[in-house]
Structures are given as structure tokens and as C-alpha cells.
């Protein structure tokens, strides 16, 4: 039988042809019969040595016991201890320590940063500066006070929150729930534009005194002045959560205010509070350092 070949190569063919195209008798290179033979050679090795294919009960655990999941879980361990052991001084020493020491805040501040920006930057700003509705955490202002601890203590378990040991602090929806007519909020309204230093009608501000005095005294004080102790905001300076001006003022008397910050003693270890605390401290430092311009959302407080 002869055999046909193509008139270009010279190669025989397998006499298949598809559409005028014949197929070439070609062999198939012996260096892919032994490239294919290592690859297999080595697949074998690695299912032998590592995880491989499902049993019946579980999986083929290799020779060699080796896991991914047991190898991650151990860098994770090995990089927590590191960290713990590289901020131990967090743990150790008191805040009026941890504040005097510079070469301490040179050398881990970029990372308690990263800390900040991931858990508290959507709402207070990645400048700590707040806005509208969150506090500014950069000024004077406080609501619970500036003390260290009373800063952490908000961290830990939030205000208005979901925890045991939160913080409560609500102003009654004066409008809503019809404790006050509205004339007596328009009162109300031009007394805290008289004793926050704004423009005000004197005739409405007058008798809005002594609305005040019966309804909002108690907690913002004779003068307007707040109360630490209960969380009520002072009326009287430039810081405002939900703004300061008169429809501001009047959205709030009316509708009341309830601002929610999370707890994170769940989501946080004690050494990350400490570091966040720490955090604010710093930056409520160089606010006092180098003023920056007041908001209109800055009654400040470690509300997240």
C-alpha cells in the first residue's frame, strides 16, 4: 500500500481530511513524553506528601502532616504575640506616662492610627474633627469629660448602646411628644441663640427663659451651661453635635435628640482601647498646641 504524503513537508499523512486539510502523520516529540512524565512523577510526590483528595471519612493528610489552615493559624498567633510584646507600654504604664513620652508616640502612632481610621474615621472624620451629628474629638468640649479614663470608658461601652454599662444620654422630643406647644419652642429656641451669643428676638428669648428654666434646667443647668455627669451638652459655647443654628436648634428641641455610639469591648481588646484613648489625647494635645478652626458640630466626646 502506498503511502500518501503532502507535497509541501514531504510528511506522510494519516489520509483524514477535513474541508482540503489532511491531517500529517507527525510523532509527537519525545521531550513532551518526558516533560509529561515528570509532571506526573511529581504529582504523585505531592499527593503523597500533601493534602490531596477526599476519603471517605475526610482526606488523604499527606506524609509530611502538612496544613495551611494549622500554618496560618500559627503565623497569626506568632504576629498577635509580637504585637502584644511590641505595645506592651500601653498596658503598663498610666496615661499621664504614656502622654509624656514622645519617642513612644513617634514610634507607634502611625500604627494606632491605622487602628483609628479602620473603626472611628467614617463618622468622626479622618482628622478627628467630626461632623455634623459626631463630635469633634479635637477640642475642649466634652460631654462625660476629657479624664483618660472617662474617654476609654466611652470607647469600652458606648453611649446609647446595646451593652450593660453604656452610657445614657437622650433629650426628650419636646415637639413629637407634645410636651411643649410650638410657640413655647420658638421661645425656647430664641433663649439658646440669647445665651449661646447669637441673634435672637429679645421678646420670645425672654419668655423662652422661663420655659427653659422649667424643662431644660435640669439637665443643661440654670445657665445652660451642661452637666458632665449626666452627658448634657453646655449651650453656651461654639460647639455644636447637630449645629447651632436656629432651625438646628429647633429641629432639635422639637424632635429630641438620641445619638448612638457602638461599644466595642467586643471588637476590641483592651490594649486597642487603650491606644485609641491614647490617640484622642494626642490629638485633643496638639489642638491645644496649635488651634484649628472651631466646627459646628464639635461638642467633643469619645462617642464613636
Same mark, same amino acid.
Given at each position: 500500500?502506498?503511502?500518501?504524503?503532502?507535497?509541501?513537508?514531504?510528511?506522510?499523512?494519516?489520509?483524514?481530511?477535513?474541508?482540503?486539510?489532511?491531517?500529517?502523520?507527525?510523532?509527537?516529540?519525545?521531550?513532551?513524553?518526558?516533560?509529561?512524565?515528570?509532571?506526573?512523577?511529581?504529582?504523585?510526590?505531592?499527593?503523597?506528601?500533601?493534602?490531596?483528595?477526599?476519603?471517605?471519612?475526610?482526606?488523604?493528610?499527606?506524609?509530611?502532616?502538612?496544613?495551611?489552615?494549622?500554618?496560618?493559624?500559627?503565623?497569626?498567633?506568632?504576629?498577635?504575640?509580637?504585637?502584644?510584646?511590641?505595645?506592651?507600654?500601653?498596658?503598663?504604664?498610666?496615661?499621664?506616662?504614656?502622654?509624656?513620652?514622645?519617642?513612644?508616640?513617634?514610634?507607634?502612632?502611625?500604627?494606632?492610627? *491605622?487602628?483609628?481610621? &479602620?473603626? =472611628? %474615621?467614617? +463618622? /468622626? #472624620?479622618?482628622?478627628? $474633627? !467630626?461632623?455634623?451629628?459626631?463630635?469633634?474629638?479635637?477640642?475642649?468640649?466634652?460631654?462625660?469629660?476629657?479624664?483618660?479614663?472617662?474617654?476609654?470608658?466611652?470607647?469600652?461601652?458606648?453611649?446609647?448602646?446595646?451593652?450593660?454599662?453604656?452610657?445614657?444620654?437622650?433629650?426628650?422630643?419636646?415637639?413629637?411628644?407634645?410636651?411643649?406647644?410650638?410657640?413655647?419652642?420658638?421661645?425656647?429656641?430664641?433663649?439658646?441663640?440669647?445665651?449661646?451669643?447669637?441673634?435672637?428676638?429679645?421678646?420670645?428669648?425672654?419668655?423662652?427663659? *422661663?420655659?427653659?428654666? &422649667?424643662? =431644660? %434646667?435640669? +439637665? /443643661? #443647668?440654670?445657665?445652660? $451651661? !451642661?452637666?458632665?455627669?449626666?452627658?448634657?451638652?453646655?449651650?453656651?459655647?461654639?460647639?455644636?453635635?447637630?449645629?447651632?443654628?436656629?432651625?438646628?436648634?429647633?429641629?432639635?428641641?422639637?424632635?429630641?435628640?438620641?445619638?448612638?455610639?457602638?461599644?466595642?469591648?467586643?471588637?476590641?481588646?483592651?490594649?486597642?482601647?487603650?491606644?485609641?484613648?491614647?490617640?484622642?489625647?494626642?490629638?485633643?494635645?496638639?489642638?491645644?498646641?496649635?488651634?484649628?478652626?472651631?466646627?459646628?458640630?464639635?461638642?467633643?466626646?469619645?462617642?464613636?
Amino acid at each position: 500500500m502506498t503511502t500518501e504524503r503532502d507535497e509541501f513537508s514531504g510528511m506522510p499523512t494519516t489520509g483524514h481530511e477535513w474541508d482540503g486539510i489532511k491531517e500529517l502523520k507527525t510523532p509527537v516529540p519525545k521531550a513532551f513524553h518526558v516533560v509529561l512524565a515528570l509532571f506526573v512523577g511529581a504529582s504523585l510526590i505531592i499527593w503523597l506528601l500533601f493534602p490531596s483528595f477526599p476519603t471517605i471519612r475526610g482526606y488523604a493528610s499527606g506524609l509530611l502532616g502538612y496544613s495551611s489552615r494549622t500554618a496560618v493559624t500559627e503565623a497569626v498567633s506568632r504576629s498577635a504575640e509580637t504585637r502584644t510584646a511590641a505595645f506592651a507600654p500601653f498596658m503598663a504604664l498610666g496615661y499621664e506616662e504614656l502622654l509624656a513620652d514622645a519617642a513612644l508616640r513617634a514610634e507607634f502612632e502611625p500604627a494606632i492610627g *491605622a487602628l483609628y481610621r &479602620e473603626n =472611628c %474615621a467614617a +463618622c /468622626h #472624620g479622618l482628622d478627628l $474633627l !467630626g461632623q455634623t451629628n459626631f463630635p469633634n474629638l479635637r477640642d475642649d468640649h466634652w460631654l462625660w469629660s476629657g479624664e483618660p479614663e472617662e474617654i476609654e470608658y466611652s470607647i469600652r461601652y458606648g453611649i446609647n448602646a446595646n451593652h450593660d454599662d453604656t452610657r445614657f444620654a437622650l433629650m426628650p422630643a419636646f415637639g413629637r411628644d407634645e410636651i411643649l406647644a410650638w410657640d413655647e419652642i420658638r421661645d425656647v429656641v430664641e433663649y439658646v441663640l440669647q445665651i449661646s451669643g447669637q441673634d435672637h428676638v429679645g421678646d420670645a428669648a425672654g419668655r423662652g427663659e *422661663a420655659i427653659f428654666a &422649667e424643662q =431644660c %434646667a435640669s +439637665c /443643661h #443647668g440654670d445657665l445652660g $451651661l !451642661g452637666g458632665e455627669d449626666i452627658g448634657a451638652p453646655s449651650l453656651v459655647d461654639e460647639a455644636w453635635i447637630y449645629g447651632g443654628s436656629r432651625e438646628a436648634v429647633r429641629a432639635s428641641i422639637r424632635n429630641g435628640r438620641a445619638g448612638v455610639m457602638p461599644y466595642w469591648e467586643d471588637r476590641l481588646s483592651d490594649e486597642q482601647i487603650r491606644k485609641l484613648t491614647l490617640y484622642v489625647l494626642w490629638a485633643g494635645a496638639d489642638q491645644a498646641a496649635d488651634p484649628l478652626p472651631q466646627t459646628d458640630h464639635g461638642t467633643s466626646d469619645a462617642q464613636h
